[in-house]
Nanobody
Framework: QVRLVESGGGLVQAGDSLRVTCAASGRTFSINAMAWFRQAPGKEREFVGGIMWNGGRTQYAESAKGRFTISRDNAKNTAYLQMSSLKPEDTAVYYC????????????????WGQGTQVTVSS
């Protein structure tokens, strides 16, 4: 089992930056990739981006390219989502997910999920 705990969400203004963190525990050696998804009120959960645990290859949704950066610290079993130039439409609950198999944009790829952290961007 892998446990994921997100932190770092909050209320920011449009144009601000924010970093959210995902700390993994348990059988972390089994993780192949980690990703960030988000879900806004009334909308489906959507892929933001992800990173391979070994090698660091990343994949981003079009909406995240150029503004969001995903990184990881293997020694700390932690993944990060650095967000800049935030917009009100980035308001959502941000979820961390871990895959035992690989990196992809679909939710079924991921085996473990965190509880989410709220990010609110005011205009």
């Amino acid at each position: 089992q892998v446990r994921l705990v997100e932190s770092g969400g909050g209320l920011v203004q449009a144009g601000d930056s924010l970093r959210v963190t995902c700390a993994a525990s348990g059988r972390t050696f089994s993780i192949n990739a980690m990703a960030w998804f988000r879900q806004a009120p009334g909308k489906e959960r959507e892929f933001v981006g992800g990173i391979m645990w070994n090698g660091g290859r990343t994949q981003y949704a079009e909406s995240a390219k150029g503004r969001f950066t995903i990184s990881r610290d293997n020694a700390k079993n932690t993944a990060y989502l650095q967000m800049s130039s935030l917009k009100p439409e980035d308001t959502a609950v941000y979820y961390c997910a871990a895959s035992l198999y690989g990196l992809g944009s679909g939710a079924p790829v991921y085996d473990y999920w965190g509880q989410g952290t709220q990010v609110t961007v005011s205009s």
